[in-house]
């Protein structure tokens, strides 16, 4: 009874999927395909789709959501520079995750996680129904997930599909309270794609260290 109560509802959510949250999610499943192929046409889709977001979940009251998509904005130019072949410098080639990587990846989660809650606090501060749930603390822990991940995915580090896993997983459910279902399902799609690009990228560079590359 409960699962067909949940599919009813997400029935109900997706028939009433706005035209502008309908967008987002086809740039959004764009973006994650072209990653999961390692091209960099993953940049331009994401960005149409972010910026659409910042809209989105500024309306529903999802903050930290809302700056991780003005903070994919920023790390998508910033992939699409790193990603673009140029003249005089070598391709990016996927790799793993060396110590001086995970010591700056796990600097950026407990700042993120620190920054996000502080400015929440005070922008947030007299919002008794904002605070009255779990949801800005999940909505915070998956917003500096996703900026560990954006970050990896610019370097073209394999980890980074491991970081949005984890947050896909954790989103689900996340918007399909706040009644974005089409979202929700977006997320869920997210999901089995980074499952899939992690291991479309770990067949890649096992191939690329057998040939010493």
Partial sequence: MLLLTILEEFRDNLLNTGWLEFTAVVFGLLSVWFARKESILVYPTGIVSVVIYVYICCGVKLYADAGINFFYFIM?????YRWARKKHSPMLRISTCRGKDWLVASGMFISSLVIIIILLKIFKKGDA??????????????TAVFIVGMWLMALKKIENWIAWIIGDAISVP?????ELAFTAFQFLVFLVLAVMGFISWRKKLNAALQQGV
Avoid: R
């Fill in 76 to 80: 998508s130019v910033y992939g699409w």
């Fill in 129 to 142: 129904d904002y605070w009255s749930t779990q949801v800005p603390y999940i909505d915070t822990f998956t």
């Fill in 174 to 178: 996340l918007f399909t309270y706040k």
